[in-house]
């Protein structure tokens, strides 16, 4: 079963920074992957999407603040968060597609991670 992992999260205070980075497998080849998060009684949202050659799509609220990016020689998979603030507290997911077609947000992933809580402190 491939599994993602995340890891990088953490408390920070509003306007801080913070890597978030997820291990991918070298098993499988991903033709889209990105990052979620779900807010405490709120519904999932997409927050950045990277194609496989190498063009992203970042939701509105993110634009300019977080950037998403790949290694691929090390199978990761980062998000780089400046500018935080306490609305961005939520747990944050990587995901991953693994059959081609448009990547972008509102596509249908086929692997998920577990979670890592992110914590913005005012």
């Known amino acids: 079963q491939v599994e993602l992992v995340e890891s990088g999260g953490g408390s920070v205070q509003a306007g801080g920074s913070l890597r978030l980075s997820c291990a991918l497998s070298?098993?499988?080849?991903?033709?889209?992957v990105a990052w979620f998060r779900q807010a405490p009684g709120k519904e999932r949202e997409g927050v950045a999407a990277?194609?496989?050659?190498?063009?992203?799509t970042y939701a509105d609220s993110e634009k300019g603040r977080f950037t998403i990016s790949q290694d691929n020689a090390n199978n990761r998979l980062y998000l780089q968060m400046n500018s935080l603030k306490p609305e961005d507290t939520a747990m944050y997911y990587c995901?991953?597609?693994?059959?081609?077609?448009?990547?972008?947000?509102?596509?249908?992933?086929?692997?998920w991670g577990q979670g890592t809580q992110v914590t913005v402190s005012s």
């Open positions: 995901a991953a597609r693994s059959w081609p077609g448009y990547c972008a947000l509102d596509t249908v992933f086929d692997f």
């Open positions: 070298r098993y499988v080849y991903y033709y889209c």
């Open positions: 990277r194609a496989r050659d190498g063009s992203t």
